[in-house]
C-alpha cells in the first residue's frame, strides 16, 4: 500500500481459501485485492499439494495446502483458519527446510497421516504459527537440528512451556533463531 510504486512485483503464489471465508482472516484477502490493484500484470500461480517447482538451486515440495482437508473428508474450512496454511518443504545444498505456516492440529494430523517420516525429516523448521500452537507430533518426526521461531525470543517465557520443552528447550541456544529480539 505503501511503496508499490518502488516494488517491481512479477509474480506471486499463494492458495488462500474462498473469499466466503472473508471474516475469518480479511488480512489475506486485502493483500491479494492490493495485488490485483498496484500489479494488475503480475503472474500468478495457485500451488497444490503434490507440485513442486525449482527457483535458482532450491527445490520447493508443496506438501499441503487447504484443499486438501476437501480431499482428506475434512471440510473446505477447518474450524480454525490456520490449518489452511500451505506447507512447504524447501531442499537446497542438501539441507531440507520445512516451512508450517501457522497449522494447528487438523493441519498435523493431515501431514502425519499423509507423509512418512523420511518425508518430513528436516534439517530445519519453522516453527507453527509462532508457537502459539501446541504442536507436538510433527516436530518430533521432522526432528530438526535448527528452529526458526517467527516471534520475538521475549515471546519465549510469554508462553506454556509445555510448547517450548519439547521443541526449543531441548536444543542449544545456538540451534534455535527467533526473528528478532524486539
Known amino acids: 500500500r ?24 480479511p488480512q489475506c484477502y486485502l493483500t491479494i485485492n492490493r495485488i490485483n490493484q ?33 480431499a482428506y473428508g475434512c471440510n473446505e474450512m477447518p474450524e480454525d483458519f490456520n490449518d489452511t496454511s500451505t506447507v512447504l518443504k524447501i531442499t537446497f545444498d542438501s539441507k531440507v527446510f520445512l516451512m508450517l505456516g501457522d497449522i494447528n492440529k487438523i493441519g498435523e494430523a493431515q501431514l502425519l497421516k499423509h507423509y512418512s517420516e523420511d518425508t518430513l525429516k528436516s534439517d530445519l523448521v519453522q516453527a507453527a504459527h509462532h508457537l502459539f500452537n501446541t504442536l507436538y507430533y510433527i516436530y518430533d518426526v521432522a ?40
Open 2 to 25: 505503501l511503496y508499490h510504486e518502488d516494488i517491481e512485483l512479477q509474480r506471486v503464489m499463494f492458495n488462500f481459501p474462498s473469499t466466503q471465508y472473508r471474516c475469518f482472516e
Open 38 to 70: 498496484y500489479y494488475p500484470n503480475v503472474k500468478y500461480l495457485k500451488p497444490h499439494a503434490g507440485q513442486s517447482f525449482m527457483l535458482s538451486s532450491a527445490k520447493f515440495d508443496i506438501l499441503q495446502t487447504h484443499e486438501c482437508h476437501t
Open 143 to 182: 526432528d530438526p537440528e535448527y528452529i526458526v521461531v517467527p516471534t520475538r525470543v521475549e515471546s519465549k517465557t510469554n508462553h506454556d512451556k509445555m510448547k517450548y520443552a519439547r521443541l526449543v528447550l531441548t536444543r542449544s541456544d545456538d540451534q534455535v533463531f527467533f526473528a528478532s529480539d524486539d
